[in-house]
């Protein structure tokens, strides 16, 4: 290193003769380190206005030799905002970098404790922003950000209940009976995403047997992560990229890292959203008259109706019960700030939304506190910690077989009938149905609290730092705690709860869920980099997860009086389920960089788990990938206009456990003349059974050009799931009905493309334009199994079929000549298009999606149309002839009338905004407020379909399963108009 010596420079003065000014030096010497503290290798350092510069090194120290002082340095990373220094002496300077506001876009995860730069990845992994998530308008849960905002998933709202309620999809089918929901996780900690039934199948029979069904479409427990905490989002849509992660990650991971404090003054950040929801679609009332009342419901009606038409009494009953505008508050407040040593991050956000249906609404409190702790500067502590307090009221909605439910009793209803109470509160019966809609919803109760804490920690040691290598210890553990009271009331008033109905006389289903995960993990980190500009990056890890959750369910039913315990009743039934299962692994894994030239990446995960027939069995799933940078070769133009082009390629494989139960053969208790015995429940366990593996080979290539105003991003894949695990039938003289089997293989392959420009930069306007486009087709290419149906309610109506050389989700129909193919819920595609406009401090944000194809199977419309309530029964176009009206034409007509295509394009999300800068503030507040933020938004503001019922966006049986799209008369889909303001101060 060149000393500040001044004998030196007088040395060389008296020997040349020159004036000392000429050729005077200076050297500058410093550290960067990050606003955690930590020190920041690589920056670049550059003296203004001129080509001399340097860089850091690996401890983040720098030199430059500069003509004189005072001076300008420019230092400037990748993730992290540039900043201009005037050093005026020669001290050590110390500067601390901030993250950019991209910068979490530009780094992903490439081991489950380093990262790595986006232009260097070999995978296609999606990045969504905190501005991205909460920037157009807040959410209305987490996983509903991620609708259209990346390529390669598929999201549905399973109801349009309060509270959640969604299903997401990555790359297509990867599983027929297991998991299809991806692994989340939250700065670290394994989160929970269960839903959990509450009992509603005890008085909808919607399901055979039990007292839980997946038909109950309760919340996801996603749903309780608070938007306006999270920093970013990195989605892993399949194994090349979440082979890391391995007997868990064969939907995909989903890594939320949360909002962080930064060195320095105390920032406050205030926000309030006040607005409404309302249905997005209903679909009106027949268009009766006189001959069509007369014809569909003879005489009695008819005088029911002239009465009520004349004295102004038809109502329309679906505006009754849908046509609330539910009012929606949230607000958030903040704080970050700390020294360089301690930082923190505190929030609380309160959600107060009502549904559209009076007596349902969600209501959310979250509290967060993240510290950020560097006692040494070789030693850093991270925690993180978020208590949440959720209730969803949800309403008795969806599929029945007892005509109890709000939708089935609604298409049994006719504008003329009598159900307002009177004015001692007493109901009506229903004259044409076993229960009354309006006494349903206003009596039942269908209500879900949660209270729930997720905790994680980090500690980083760095074990030893030299120049050119250094070694770094991580331990990190988290844990998820929460518990769950679902509370499902029907009283023994309700129309179809009386005895002289023959009904139960007063329900009570009461659960209780307990639920304990918690992670363990241990990693090293080397650092090797060669005096050639070969770098190399070696980790190793042991991983441990605990996963406990005990779920009991009571049902009592004939209640006493008016009470709702369930020890106060004639007869109570007890479930409970519990799931106890402990993984442990560990993962290698070796990072090459040449020169960003060449970047490769090799490494493996090893997984046990007491879910497996044999605990103590390694199960392997090893990654690969290169990405090759021809930008960073040496025959690159300097002066071209493209500015990327790298060729990338990966594989690797991840696993998919087997259903609980599957393993071992569960049996049933039971009593006779007080003998007690034990009884087989069907299913015949399997300790032999494999999990599912699944193999991704994926190959793309980023491309930027004009200064990266322009970005194009192509990815293909291939996915195999082998050894499915599948529901088989036994012979009957097995003594058992079913066992789960490995019985087949299914493939995905896929295509998505990415496109970023900003067409507009000047001083004044900047417009960033994104579009998305992904498509998928799956086919099951191996099936050791007769072929069967499954996920909907027959080939009649239209079923399901897994089928050897067909696509895992088609649908088929009965018909004489046999069974035929008649749809198919994958989408032909789906693409994204957003824009984000802003003018000096007025900024214009929306985003598009459209998803075309991908068939619904529509029981709703067949519903109204057997009640002779369907508000297009008289219109004609459903029979091919056009002979008969199409409410005449429908229920006995072929399976295909039933399929409909699921196609729409809406403006999911839309918001305008206005900023008043602290310029402009300083001179009214003083300058206390360093910026308010002001504007409108909304969310599925506008809808185009031509789907024949509430939604195309729609789940008769949850998110559990690859079969969406069953429509059974939902909850419908709501859109939200919001007002908002925000003050940073």
Known sequence: ??????????????????????????????????????????????????????????????????????????????????????????????????????????????????????????????????????????????????????????????????????????????SIQGNTQPLYIIDGVYVDNSSI?????????????????????????????????????????????????????AAGVVIITTKRGKAGETKFRFSQTTGWSEAINLLGVRDYTEERVLESFGEADLIAYRAARDAGRLVDYEDEIFGEKGIISITNFNMSGGSEKTKFFAGVTHNNEKGIVLNTGYEKTSLRLNLDHNPEDFLKFTLS???????????????????????????????????????????????????NPLQTRDLVTNRETVNRLIMGGTANLDIYRADNSNLELILRGGIDFYGQQSRAIFPKELQFQKLSNGGLNGVSAQGDTQNKNYNLSAFLVHNYFTDSDINFRTQFGLTREYFNQNTELITATGLVASETNVDQAANTGVNQTRLLQEDSGFFAQEEVNFKDMFIATVGVRGDKSSNNGDANELFYYPKASLAVNLNEFDFWNEGSAWNQLKLRAAYGEAGNFPPFGALFTSYNAFTTDGIL?????????????????????????????????????????????????????????????????????????????????????????????????????????????????????????????????????????????????????????????????????????????????????????????????????????????????????????????????????????????????????????????????????????????????????????????????????????????????????
């Not at 989002?233 to 990650?249: D, F, N, V």
């Not at 579009?771 to 007769?786: A, G, H, M, R, Y």
């Open 677 to 985: 015995g034990i009884s087989l429940i069907g299913v015949r366990g399997d300790a032999n059974l494999k999990s599912e593996r699944q193999k991704e080979l994926e190959f793309g290539t980023d491309i930027g050009f004009f200064n990266g105003r322009v970005n194009l991003s192509a990815t293909y894949y291939i996915k195999t799931i082998d050894d499915l695990i599948l529901q088989a039938n036994l012979e009957p003289t097995t003594g058992f009905t079913s066992q789960f089997v490995n019985a087949g293989s299914l493939e995905n392959k896929g295509i998505e493309i990415g496109l970023n420009t900003t067409p507009i930069l000047t001083d004044d306007i900047q417009w960033n334009l994104g579009i998305n486009f992904f498509k998928n087709q799956s086919e099951v290419t191996q099936l050791d199994v007769p072929a069967f149906n499954t996920g909907a309610f027959g080939p009649s109506l239209g079923s399901f079929r897994i089928e050897e050389g067909q696509s895992a989700t088609q649908i088929v129909g009965a018909y004489p000549e046999g069974l035929r193919v008649i749809g198919d819920a994958e989408p032909d595609f789906q693409m994204g298009f957003n824009s984000d406009l802003k003018y000096k401090d007025l900024q214009f944000t929306m985003l598009w999606q459209w998803k075309n194809g991908g068939d619904n199977v529509n029981l709703t419309t067949l519903l109204t149309d057997l009640n002779r309530t369907s508000h297009d029964y008289d219109d004609f176009g459903a029979d091919p002839s056009g002979e008969l009206p199409n409410g005449e034409y429908r229920p006995g007509a072929p399976p295909e009338v039933h399929v409909e295509d699921a196609s729409y394009v809406r403006l999911r999300e839309v918001g305008l905004y206005y900023t008043l800068q602290s310029e402009v503030l300083a001179g009214i507040l003083n300058g206390s407020i360093d910026s308010i933020k002001f504007g409108v938004s909304g969310t599925n503001v506008l809808n185009f379909f031509d789907y024949n019922s509430y939604d195309p966006e729609v789940s008769n049986f949850g998110g559990g399963s690859i079969f969406t799209g069953v429509d059974v008369l939902p909850f419908p889909s709501s859109k939200r108009f919001l007002f908002n303001v925000s003050v940073n101060f």
């Open 385 to 435: 910690s978020n208590y949440i307090y959720s209730s969803s009221d949800r309403g008795f909605f969806n599929n029945d077989n007892s005509g109890t439910t709000i939708g089935i009793a609604l298409t049994r209803t006719r504008p003329w009938d009598q159900l307002f109470p009177n004015e001692d509160g007493i109901y009506p019966d229903h004259p044409n149905n076993g229960s």
């Open 1 to 174: 290193m060149k000393q500040n010596n001044f004998s030196h420079r007088y040395l060389l003065f008296l020997i040349l003769l020159l004036p000392f000014f000429a050729f005077s030096q200076t050297t500058l010497t410093g550290t960067v380190i990050g606003e955690a503290g930590e020190t920041v290798p690589f920056v670049n350092v550059i003296e203004k206005g001129t080509s001399n510069g340097t860089t850091t090194d690996v401890d983040g120290k720098f030199t430059i030799d500069v003509g004189e002082v005072p001076v300008v340095l420019v230092f400037s990373s990748l993730g992290f905002e540039s900043q201009e220094f005037r050093a005026i002496n020669r001290n050590p300077i110390n500067i601390t970098l901030g993250e950019s506001a991209q910068a979490l876009e530009e780094v992903v995860v490439t081991g489950l404790a380093t990262s790595v730069k986006r232009t260097n990845s070999a995978n296609a992994v999606a990045s969504l922003s905190a501005e991205q998530i909460t920037g157009t308008t807040p959410p209305p849960t987490l996983d509903g950000a991620l609708y259209g905002k990346f390529p390669g998933a598929v999201v549905n709202a399973n109801s349009g209940a309060p509270g959640g309620g969604l299903s997401v999809k990555l790359r297509g089918a990867t």
């Open 197 to 249: 039934a509450a009992g509603l199948n005890t008085v909808s029979a919607a399901s055979a047997g039990g007292s839980a069904s997946n038909q109950d479409n309760p919340t996801n427990r996603i749903a309780d992560i608070n938007p306006e905490d999270i920093a970013n989002i990195e989605i892993l849509k399949g194994a090349s990229a979440a082979a890391i992660y391995g007997s868990r990650a």
